[in-house]
């Protein structure tokens, strides 16, 4: 943290601000400038809160220089975080697409669907059996019998399956089932749920809060890695803005810099960013060109008897023609290599 | 849901609508006007998804029209809902403060700080244990050692004590120890926890999410009455926008929405709204002016060896002040009744 | 600014860096911590471009330290800046309430509301003569014969008049008749009219733009002074968030924050902010207590007839009833300052 | 508009709400319901303000249905426009990418940069003359030497040169030198520019406001369709929102959004969106990969002295590796067509 002094301030002020530093444990660095003298603050473990200082006299100014995570970092981890599930390789060299229904509706919904998605060229299923819902009234979703579902397409297609968990209560029953553990949008800062998702044995899928900076968000990743579970996949579905158009504003922006912040791969959901179907395709092609490990999309053969977001669900041959362009998209930036 | 037709959209693409509208179980009331062709959907139950009837050929919009939530609204119970807390009651017909240290940290700080706030006049002592902490780097709280803290802090004041539940797994706990608790804006869509508040035998403090709309907000209560327990106090705090001057956005407007939507009490948080206590007394104020139910505010008397957000802590005297001068302005709006 | 380096950065990057910041005339300051070296950037003129530091190797950010406005600060300026319009004084020591219709519609309907807001206690009129408008097909305002009812309604009630110049082909005109001249929301960084601004020999009420920060409306004041014309006044008026239920989201937290950072006068505008009648009287008292030198509020005695924005105007008797709340409540921040 | 009632309204409400409508002129069509009645506004031209009405006894909501823009939408005219510019077309059928640096600085540069541009595929030439600048300290552009300058890189290259317009006095001068005319982000909404600009007889290249929604872009394009000038490009350019990583956060879903509503063309500028070089490059592949029509890129062959924004502009060599990239992607997209 920096502290910029009034350029009134006295040296009382200043030699008070100091103190005030090291009355916390941590150094202070006084910085001379032409106007005005600044005070770094060294030796701090963990986030300094800056209205401690933003109030005391002659301070007209508090600001965060360094950030608070550690293993989540390029800093701490230069190479490429590659996560294994059974064959597929998420991460850096690849580009793995995750497709399936927002709910699991039934075995022969989860059956087509899934056989729909491999043939186009799915790497994962996707499929929800807990869900979260704006509504008490909205469908929550078949629980375990779900589970019990996205197991038999596993047998059944040999794709390794995704869900998501809700709660501590049943995460060691979701643990048991699926092959990639979901952690949603609306508990990206659930930490209790972080901290049981750094003990679990799977990888987990942590989506980006609707309002969550990309420190925050890998703030919350840094909570799973401290756990001693390192195999984190972000992924970016839209933020809350005042745009009204699309269900969430897609912030593609966030790949270029998560990739260059994190060593973890990051994949993005347009589905939910956009909320209609119209959009999702152009929005996929857009997140493979910018630079996305992966995509997470929803499929239904039917969506108009879906029970759940039916409407931002691509048909399945929508589906497969997207994932043609995606993976020509996808080519071109693997040659783009060769130009440096 | 309102459909509206596109200009052009011939009479199959409304027929398809229709078709599409009554597959779902729903009623189709065609509107026709001067310029196109509207269709009023009726008889849902719960939301309807906009997506799966935006797709069709013809269609240009689609428009939420009425709200989900019942239990909730003033449509359902006009009269407002006042929440009896010991001998405090909540809601219309008084001013109520809650006030406290952000984390208990021993028995003394607490006692302390409970003593400087009963002279001042709160009527609630708020105090943290189990903390929801950005970074697992920072401190996380006493946990049951801060709840038996609070324990003590009642017996000896008198006070009625509001802490924050985290999780499932604790909640049986903090309801044993807590008078009123309060489920906090990182939790907000967390709907495990909020199944289970609606099964507390305790008031739940409900913050509203950091991005959080008032209809999402006002379904997640919902969630909390459906489940059996009617005594929700709704707690406005800030919400994330472009404006850095303040950690958060206090949304004041809020208050005079959620007294006509709903007939819960709404209170309002300006220090986590603030983040900095130069800002805190003002938005006290206006909290107040602007027709909130009560306020929360952090105390502390020695804010510069704070475990945690004590640069937005209050001195114990400036508290004092605040209290005198809310309690004036409140007298003014009681006063105001008559003018009408 | 400060740049900071990587933790793994080389004395190379090093001194890269300080060639790059010494080749644009700055001085370069290095500051060895104990993970990575920071280096501040001394004497620069004007702001500096973040990113042409944070493209070079071994740099992890660039953060801005100080601001670059001047002469609208208080740094420059300690004491309140007190702006005489006739006999009203706008800033610190009063509270003026500005008042009127939207647009001017004819010499009968401005003399009527002009009546109604001088007998409760409004010091200036205003009257939109230009109106800025979202659609071509809207009505735009009698242009100069607005201006002329305005004076009229000057020399019948003796209040000076506030209205909206639009741009520099009428700015002249607009001089000629208003006491205090708007810069709307839509045109605060509209550079040329702010220039035109700084040549005028009357005050200037500056709207903050929709998504302007506090610095960007400093900056945007500072033309004006720049220019030659030190009366301005500021107004807050809400910003556009995600957030819905009221047009836009009062920030009120601006208040205390432009107070602190510079000496002009800050008013607040609640009809725009809240776009609907309901919300403007609470949002009025809010904004008094929070600490505003002044209120804007629309007034229209047949607002269902207005020819714009009729929906957020107050009746006459709604009006009377809000001044008189608004200076109780003025009174008790007046007496508060006997606490320091 | 759609009036929606509360469900305890009775007749008499309903009766004084249609008597409301009608007294502006619409019609009301009232549409009774399961639960509530709602109540159609028809025949309205331009807006309607949803406060008049939001304010009478027994309303619940009030809902726009339809858009205000007439000229500019899809419904008015269904086939894309397409805008010749010399011997280049832009919109439908082709990648148009204009390129140059953020501000005109010398002859020699100027030449520099087209040379380079050109070589790479660049069609137009961007170069600024007059600049809005935040700060009145920074460099405010050329002026008319750089107007003069433009016209001789057209000259020399051959390539069309944009520039933008900052005010009605220098219009003229603007519109003699420049083949297509730039309205800024900061001016969408300077209403008396666009009206000038209605009358112009160069194509406007109208860029988004940073907070503005695509209706009210849509109005502000509708501005000068309706003054004469139907040959505009729109430019999305990101939007302000809570994230700080990226200058502004580009919003790409409006470019399906508006190619789906509007037959004008729409084109992308990742620079200024991007605020930093090393976001350009894979916002731009994104931007063609969503369906834009063209790119706006700023390009400096010495960024490090760049009088403005030379941290966010490209070194030629990286424009030229773009160029190749996009335009692979773009014949991707091209060739899809042949799925449908």
Redesign the interface.
């Known amino acids: 943290m ?1 502290i ?1 002094m ?3 301030a006295n040296p009382q002020d200043i030699a008070a601000v100091i103190k ?1 530093i090291e ?2 444990g941590y ?1 202070a ?1 006084p ?1 001379p ?4 003298v ?1 005070i ?1 603050i ?2 701090n ?3 300094v ?7 005391l006299p002659g301070v ?2 508090a ?1 965060p ?2 950030r ?2 550690k293993l989540v970092s390029r ?1 701490f981890k ?1 190479e490429d975080t590659v996560i294994k599930v059974g064959d597929v390789c998420i991460g850096s060299g690849g580009l793995t697409i995750i497709a399936g229904p927002c709910a699991i509706e039934s075995e022969a919904q989860a059956l087509t669907i899934a056989g729909h998605v491999k043939r186009s060229g799915a790497q994962l299923f996707w499929g929800g059996a807990f869900k ?7 469908f929550q979703g078949l629980g375990q019998e779900g589970l019990k579902i996205l197991a038999r397409v596993r047998e059944k297609t040999g794709m390794p399956v995704v869900t998501e968990v ?4 049943t995460f060691e029953l979701v643990e048991q089932y699926a092959d990639v553990i979901q952690i949603g949008t ?2 990206m ?5 972080l ?1 049981r998702a750094g003990r679990a044995t799977k990888p987990i899928l942590l989506k980006r809060g ?2 969550a ?2 420190d ?1 968000w890998l ?1 919350a990743a ?2 799973i890695l ?2 001693g579970n390192s195999n984190v996949i972000l992924c970016e579905r839209g ?8 269900r969430n ?9 998560v990739r ?1 912040e994190s060593h973890l791969p990051i994949i993005v959901d347009p589905s939910h ?7 999702v395709i ?2 996929s ?7 996305a490990h992966g995509l997470m999309v929803e499929v239904h053969h039917d ?3 879906a029970l759940s ?4 669900s691509l048909y399945p041959d929508q589906f497969e ?1 997207m994932c ?2 995606v993976r ?2 996808y080519h ?2 693997q040659n ?1 290599k060769d ?1 440096k």
Request: aromatic fraction near 6%; glycine fraction near 8%; hydrophobic fraction near 40%.
């Open positions: 920096l910029v009034d350029q009134k005030a009355a916390r150094t660095r910085i400038g032409g106007e005005r600044a770094g060294l030796n473990e963990g986030p809160d800056a209205a401690l200082f933003l109030a007209k100014d600001i220089v360094t608070a995570y800093e230069p979260p819902r704006t509504s008490p009234y909205s809700m709660d501590f209560e609306r508990n800062q659930n930490f209790s749920l901290k609707m309002a900076t990309i925050e703030m840094e909570y401290e756990g933020v809350r803005t005042f745009v009204h158009h699309s504003t897609l912030d593609l922006s966030a790949v270029p810099v260059k960013a956009a909320g209609r179907r119209d959009q152009p929005l092609r857009a997140s493979v060109a910018v630079g969506p108009a008897k977001d039916g409407g931002q023609m043609r362009h020509s998209i071109i930036l783009r130009d």
